[in-house]
């Protein structure tokens, strides 16, 4: 299959999807901006020229550079704008008349690691629904999120790739039989706080009519650096630039190779613990076209009111699990363990009363019940605490439908959780639930673990359900259909509910996710604030 697109003609993969056998044809390794290098680094992406003759895009482009989680390896490149396209050969019925949903995926990783590559994220069990998928790569890290406050080097430049590479798809999608008018853009961690971004900024209204957002927004503490001079001055003084003019110091940050750059963002506090600077930031007024001209507490306000999904894991925090983290954790370090999480920003007395909630009002009898409230304590400062302020606003606006979800399944691909627990199998069947990241092997299948769900099996199951959910609510706004034996009732500001995942046991719930652990947090914000 051949698709002529404004920058040339583009030759495809034939594949064939893992559960179906359903043909598709992947697109892979599509430039979609000119690579952000030399002149172009720290700046907004720039219109890719185009190439002449026939590009095979059988191949992906690089990863964007990064180092490698839990070593000092860098890998990947400058040169990494590139976008998947995944097109299901669909035999024309009545129903498929027209051109097909698009669903866009950004993925996770921190703003610091992670690709958009299909040997990770293979949207196979979408495919079968007959949506296109569309993978992407954007800059991380320093080279993604560098902020001087000019336009040389304005912030957010990983959140502008994003918005072209939706501007891409907009002008091209329909060379390929998709349906430029229905497009949903959906993401998990800090590919969800990245949609959630899109949602408030100007500059993205219209290019998409539908939002996904798992595991993360935009009021995470992790996905905003309020002091991003700092972040930028420190980098820079680090690499030998003593100097205080950001217009020198861009020059100067030029001519500095990029690994080099990576390895010095590197950055660790007190504790040792990595601290993740670059991430979006409050762009300058002196900027032109700011992606995010003011703090996101008061972008919220403008939200382009569109169709959403926005859920959680039930035991997010197993992430923080990992056995080189538990010795952060012993019971004489927890107190200043819970002042690091939160930032430094609470008194002794509102750390001792969060310390007395999780570990001290339950009576603390066994190992794994202090790993549990190890797991809810990090769940709801990095997840939960922020997540109803993800969407409150879609609420009160009351135009689109707004669906929630707990997913909780615990299947054998869960896949982050089985990595945390690899060398404690007891702690894997002992604390239950689905960890950070845990749904998205439902979602895609993940050629690195190259596990294959076995026919009937309940992972199968949730494969098809998770495929089935995404794919109805982008083709029509509404995750249900007649062949799931739930409905999924949307939220609402005075009849909260949500549609808990978990296999054969997937189910309306009422009331508010955690809703014992919000409020709690709920009366910490307003008692300091107060």
Not at 10 to 29: A, H, M
Not at 387 to 394: A, L, S
Request: charged share 20%; net charge negative.
């Amino acid at each position: 299959m051949d698709v002529v697109i404004e920058q040339g003609a583009l030759q495809g993969l034939q594949n064939k999807t893992l559960l179906s056998n359903k043909p598709y044809v992947s697109f892979l390794g599509i430039p979609y901006a000119k690579p952000p290098v030399n002149d172009l680094r720290f700046k907004a992406p720039v219109k890719h020229p185009g190439w002449s003759g026939v590009l095979e895009a059988i191949s992906e482009g690089d990863k964007c550079m990064q180092y490698v989680f839990f070593t000092d390896n860098i890998i990947g490149s400058e040169d990494c704008l590139y976008l998947n396209v995944l097109v299901p050969q669909v035999e024309k019925t009545n129903e498929l008349d027209g051109k097909l949903a698009v669903m866009v995926f950004i993925h996770g990783g921190a703003f610091n690691y992670g690709c958009g590559s299909v040997n990770e994220y293979s949207p196979d069990y979408l495919l079968d629904e007959n949506v296109i998928v569309v993978t992407l790569n954007y800059r991380l890290n320093v080279l993604g999120f560098l902020n001087l406050d000019i336009d040389e080097c304005p912030g957010n430049m990983g959140l502008k790739d994003q918005l072209f590479a939706f501007k891409w798809i907009k002008e091209n999608i329909a060379a390929f039989g998709g349906d430029a008018d229905n497009i949903t853009i959906f993401g998990e961690s800090a590919g969800s706080a990245s949609v959630h971004c899109h949602t408030m900024s100007t500059q993205s209204t219209g290019l998409f009519q539908k939002a996904i957002m798992q595991s993360g927004c935009a009021f995470n503490p992790w996905a905003l650096n309020e002091n991003h001079r700092v972040a930028a001055f420190k980098l820079a003084n680090n690499l030998g630039c003593l100097i205080n003019d950001p217009e020198e110091i861009v020059k100067y940050l030029r001519n500095v190779p990029a690994i080099n750059l990576v390895k010095e963002s590197k950055f660790k506090d007190e504790t040792g613990y990595l601290n993740y600077m670059f991430v979006p930031s409050i762009e300058s007024v002196t900027v032109s076209n700011p992606f995010l001209p003011a703090h996101p507490e008061q972008l919220v306000n403008d939200t382009s009111p569109v169709p959403v999904i926005i859920g959680l894991n039930n035991m997010e925090g197993i992430i923080a699990l990992m056995e080189y983290r538990l010795s952060q954790l012993s019971d004489d370090r927890l107190t200043d363990e819970i002042s690091r999480m939160c930032k430094n920003k609470y008194s002794t007395k509102v750390i001792n009363k969060i310390k007395d909630f999780y570990f001290n009002k339950c009576n603390i009898e066994s190992e794994t019940t202090k790993l549990e409230q190890i797991c809810h304590l990090h769940s709801d400062i990095f997840f939960v605490k922020d997540f109803y302020r993800g969407f409150d606003n879609f609420l009160k606006q009351d135009i689109a439908p707004v669906y929630k979800y707990e997913f909780k399944f615990d299947g054998e691909f869960n896949a982050i959780k089985n990595l945390v627990f690899a060398t404690r199998p007891v702690l894997r069947h002992a604390i239950k639930g689905a960890c950070h990241a845990d749904e998205v092997t439902y979602l895609f299948y993940n050629k690195l673990f190259g596990v294959v769900p076995k026919p009937n099996s309940p992972e199968y199951k949730m494969c098809k359900m998770m495929g089935k959910m995404w794919s109805n609510f982008a083709k029509s706004g509404d995750p249900n259909s007649s062949d799931l034996s739930f409905k999924w009732i949307n939220t609402s500001a005075s009849d909260p509910k949500y549609l808990s995942i978990d296999g054969d046991r997937t189910r309306m719930a009422e009331g508010m996710i955690n809703s014992y652990r919000l409020r709690f947090w709920q009366e910490i914000s307003e008692a300091v604030i107060v």
